[in-house]
C-alpha cells in the first residue's frame, strides 16, 4: 500500500445525500492530483408528478468521468443501489464487485442493456476480501431486507472506513445469516476512522422488528380470510416473499406469482439456494381453476404504479387475475411518501370491487422496516466506535438528527452532507475540501437529459398552462393569406364561452399583431413568431386568468 505523504483519503456522494434513493457514492486516494477511486452504489430513483413523462431519474456522474475508477462495489441488489448501472456504466466503466444474488440481478440489468458482453461482472463470496489499488474492501454481513444485503470494510494507508448500506439489527431473519457483529466489533477494537451510515428511520424509536414475526402475523391474517387472497409487497423483499409463501402454505393455499419482478427475483433468489423447499408456484393461467380459498396472488404494484399487477387487478384488466366481492388484499409493504395518492386510488378502486383491504395501519404486525431504527443505530455505534460519522441515505433532516445522535454516543466528529461535497477523511479532522458539480439526469425517452433540460421544462409549462399552436401563411410581399388557424391543447371551455370561441377569438388577436407589423417586419420569421406569441399569451391572460400557454406558430411562406 501507499505511504505517500501528500496522500488523503476522501469521501464523495454524489447521489443519496439529503435524499432517500439514488445512492452513488465514491472513496478516493491518493494526491489530490493523482486520486484512484472506488465507487459503492450506483442507485435510480424515480419521477413524480413533477417530473412529467420521467420515470427513472440517476446521479450525475461527470466529475468521475476520466478519472481512474478501479472498481464499483454494490453493497445489495435494490434499484436505488443497483439501477442505474445500464445507464451510467459507459459514463464510468470499471470491473464491478458483488455477492451471488446481486451478481445474478445484475446481469439481468446489463443484459437489458446491451451491456454484458463489455462489462467484467466479478462474484464476490460472502464475507470475502477484494483488493483494488489502495483499497482492501471485505463484504461484511449484515441483516436487511433482500438476500445477501452486505456493509463494506474499507481499508486504507489512513484509516478504515465502515459504509455499512442499508442495514437492520435482525436476531431471527427469515433469510440470510444474522449481522456478523463479531467483524464489526473486531473493526471497532481495530480502530474504525470512519462509519458512512443508513439515516432512513433516525426518527423512529426503538428497533425495526423482526421478520420472523412478520410471518407470524401473516399466518394469523391469512387462516382468518375466505376467498381469494393478494398480498402486495415489493418483489425485491424475498424475506417478505418467503414468509407470504410459508404463510400460504400454513393455511392450505398455494402460491401464485404475479408481476414480471416478482418472477425475476424469485429466480434470483432460487439461484443461490433460496426458496427450495416451497412447493412449485401456479401459473396466472392455472390459478384460476383452483377452489378461491385454496390461493393466494403476490402481486407487484403495492405502491400504486400504474401498469404493475395489483393496479391492473384494481382497474380490472388483469388478463387472468380477478379480485371481488369477499376476497382480501393485504399490503404487507409501507407507504413510500409520495405515493400516497396513487395507493389511495388503487385501493378506492378495489374497494369498490368489494375486496376487503389489509393495511400495516390496521394490522402493525405485518409490515417491519428494513432500516435501522434508533435503539439499532445506538449499537451500531457502541459496536465500530467511529471517530467520525458521515451520515447517507436520508432528507436533509434525517442526517441532521443523525449527526445529533452520533454527537449523543460520543462520536467525536459528524458532518451532514450533500451531495457533490467531498469530503477530506484524513489526515487530520474530517473537513469539507470542496463542493464538485453534481446532480441527476432524467431518462427521458430512453436518452439522458440533464435536469434543467428544456425539453423537460416545456412539458411542465404545457402541463400547467397547456398550449397554443398557431398556423399562418404568408406570402412573398409579406402579406397574409388566408384565415389564421390557432388550436389549443390542455385548455379550457364552457357553456358560456366554449374553448372554439376562445380560439376563434386569439385567432382575430394574432390577425390584429400581424396587420401592426410593416410588411417587410413579415418576412422574417423570427419577428413574426414573437409578434404572435406575445399577443396570445397576453390575450391567454385574460381569457383564463392569468394562464400563459405555450404558443408554437407554424408560418406558411407561400
Known amino acids: 500500500m501507499s505511504a505517500n505523504p501528500r496522500d488523503e483519503l476522501v469521501f464523495l456522494p454524489l447521489g443519496g445525500s439529503n435524499e432517500i434513493g439514488m445512492n452513488f457514492n465514491a472513496y478516493g486516494f491518493g494526491p489530490p492530483d493523482d486520486r484512484r477511486w472506488i465507487i459503492v452504489d450506483v442507485g435510480v430513483t424515480f419521477g413524480d408528478a413533477s417530473t412529467p413523462g420521467v420515470d427513472v431519474i440517476v446521479p450525475d456522474p461527470t466529475y468521475l468521468e476520466g478519472e481512474t475508477i478501479l472498481g464499483i462495489v454494490l453493497t445489495h441488489a435494490h434499484e436505488d443501489h443497483i439501477g442505474a448501472l445500464g445507464w451510467l456504466w459507459p459514463r464510468i466503466k470499471a470491473p464491478l464487485y458483488a455477492t451471488p444474488f446481486t451478481a445474478f440481478l445484475i446481469r439481468e440489468k446489463l443484459r437489458d442493456a446491451v451491456l454484458l458482453d463489455q462489462v467484467e461482472l466479478n462474484e464476490a463470496p460472502l464475507g470475502s476480501t477484494i483488493t483494488l489499488g489502495d483499497f482492501e474492501v471485505t463484504f461484511v454481513t449484515i441483516t436487511h431486507s433482500i438476500p445477501e444485503p452486505n456493509g463494506l470494510a474499507i481499508k486504507t494507508p489512513l484509516g478504515t472506513v465502515l459504509h455499512t448500506g442499508d442495514w437492520k439489527i435482525d436476531e431471527d431473519p427469515v433469510i440470510g445469516a444474522r449481522t456478523d457483529v463479531e467483524t464489526i466489533r473486531r473493526l471497532g477494537e481495530e480502530g474504525?476512522?470512519?462509519?458512512?451510515?443508513?439515516?432512513?428511520?433516525?426518527?423512529?424509536?426503538?428497533?425495526?422488528?423482526?421478520?420472523?414475526?412478520?410471518?407470524?402475523?401473516?399466518?394469523?391474517?391469512?387462516?382468518?380470510?375466505?376467498?381469494?387472497?393478494?398480498?402486495?409487497?415489493?418483489?425485491?423483499?424475498?424475506?417478505?416473499?418467503?414468509?407470504?409463501?410459508?404463510?400460504?402454505?400454513?393455511?392450505?393455499?398455494?402460491?401464485?406469482?404475479?408481476?414480471?419482478?416478482?418472477?425475476?427475483?424469485?429466480?434470483?433468489?432460487?439461484?443461490?439456494?433460496?426458496?427450495?423447499?416451497?412447493q412449485d408456484f401456479v401459473s396466472e393461467d392455472e390459478a384460476g381453476y383452483f377452489p378461491d380459498e385454496s390461493i393466494l396472488y403476490i402481486c407487484t404494484g403495492s405502491q400504486g404504479e400504474p401498469r404493475a399487477a395489483l393496479n391492473r387487478i384494481a382497474e380490472g384488466t388483469h388478463p387472468?387475475?380477478?379480485?371481488?366481492?369477499?376476497?382480501?388484499?393485504?399490503?404487507?409493504?409501507?407507504?413510500?411518501?409520495?405515493?400516497?395518492?396513487?395507493?389511495?386510488?388503487?385501493?378506492?378502486?378495489?374497494?369498490?370491487?368489494?375486496?376487503?383491504?389489509?393495511?400495516?395501519?390496521?394490522?402493525?404486525?405485518?409490515?417491519?422496516?428494513?432500516?435501522?431504527?434508533?435503539?439499532?443505530?445506538?449499537?451500531?455505534?457502541?459496536?465500530?466506535?467511529?471517530?467520525?460519522?458521515?451520515?447517507?441515505?436520508?432528507?436533509?433532516?434525517?442526517?441532521?438528527?443523525?449527526?445529533?445522535?452520533?454527537?449523543?454516543?460520543?462520536?467525536?466528529?459528524?458532518?451532514?452532507?450533500?451531495?457533490?461535497?467531498?469530503?477530506?477523511?484524513?489526515?487530520?479532522?474530517?473537513?469539507?475540501?470542496?463542493?464538485?458539480?453534481?446532480?441527476?439526469?432524467?431518462?427521458?425517452?430512453?436518452?439522458?437529459?440533464?435536469?434543467?433540460?428544456?425539453?423537460?421544462?416545456?412539458?411542465?409549462?404545457?402541463?400547467?398552462?397547456?398550449?397554443?399552436?398557431?398556423?399562418?401563411?404568408?406570402?412573398?410581399?409579406?402579406?397574409?393569406?388566408?384565415?389564421?388557424?390557432?388550436?389549443?391543447?390542455?385548455?379550457?371551455?364552457?357553456?358560456?364561452?366554449?374553448?372554439?370561441?376562445?380560439?376563434?377569438?386569439?385567432?382575430?388577436?394574432?390577425?390584429?399583431?400581424?396587420?401592426?407589423?410593416?410588411?417587410?417586419?413579415?418576412?422574417?420569421?423570427?419577428?413574426?413568431?414573437?409578434?404572435?406569441?406575445?399577443?396570445?399569451?397576453?390575450?391567454?391572460?385574460?381569457?383564463?386568468?392569468?394562464?400563459?400557454?405555450?404558443?408554437?406558430?407554424?408560418?406558411?411562406?407561400?
Open 320 to 558: 387472468h387475475v380477478t379480485l371481488g366481492q369477499g376476497d382480501s388484499c393485504v399490503f404487507s409493504s409501507r407507504v413510500i411518501p409520495g405515493n400516497e395518492l396513487a395507493i389511495g386510488r388503487m385501493q378506492d378502486k378495489l374497494a369498490e370491487r368489494g375486496v376487503r383491504l389489509y393495511t400495516e395501519r390496521d394490522h402493525p404486525g405485518i409490515h417491519v422496516s428494513g432500516h435501522p431504527c434508533r435503539d439499532e443505530l445506538k449499537q451500531m455505534y457502541q459496536w465500530a466506535r467511529p471517530r467520525i460519522a458521515v451520515p447517507t441515505h436520508g432528507q436533509r433532516r434525517h442526517l441532521i438528527e443523525h449527526v445529533n445522535l452520533a454527537k449523543d454516543m460520543q462520536t467525536p466528529e459528524a458532518v451532514a452532507l450533500r451531495n457533490g461535497d467531498l469530503l477530506r477523511l484524513a489526515p487530520g479532522m474530517a473537513e469539507i475540501i470542496d463542493e464538485v458539480p453534481s446532480g441527476r439526469l432524467f431518462v427521458d425517452g430512453g436518452v439522458l437529459s440533464p435536469e434543467g433540460s428544456a425539453a423537460l421544462k416545456e412539458r411542465r409549462h404545457a402541463a400547467v398552462a397547456g398550449m397554443l399552436a398557431v398556423a399562418v401563411a404568408i406570402d412573398g410581399r409579406g402579406k397574409v393569406v388566408g384565415d389564421i388557424e390557432v388550436r389549443g391543447v390542455g385548455l379550457p371551455g364552457d357553456a358560456d364561452y366554449s374553448l372554439d370561441d376562445a380560439l376563434d377569438d386569439l385567432a382575430e388577436e394574432a390577425d390584429a399583431a400581424l396587420a401592426r407589423m410593416k410588411s417587410e417586419s413579415r418576412l422574417d420569421d423570427a419577428a413574426v413568431e414573437q409578434a404572435v406569441g406575445r399577443a396570445l399569451k397576453k390575450a391567454s391572460q385574460r381569457i383564463w386568468d392569468r394562464r400563459r400557454p405555450i404558443v408554437e406558430t407554424l408560418i406558411v411562406r407561400i
Open 192 to 278: 474504525v476512522l470512519a462509519m458512512v451510515c443508513d439515516s432512513t428511520n433516525v426518527f423512529v424509536d426503538g428497533t425495526a422488528g423482526s421478520e420472523t414475526d412478520v410471518r407470524d402475523a401473516l399466518v394469523e391474517l391469512i387462516g382468518s380470510l375466505k376467498g381469494k387472497v393478494a398480498v402486495g409487497c415489493f418483489a425485491s423483499n424475498v424475506a417478505r416473499v418467503d414468509s407470504v409463501i410459508r404463510a400460504a402454505e400454513a393455511c392450505g393455499r398455494r402460491v401464485c406469482l404475479v408481476g414480471r419482478s416478482m418472477h425475476r427475483i424469485t429466480a434470483a433468489a432460487k439461484s443461490v439456494g433460496l426458496l427450495q423447499d416451497v
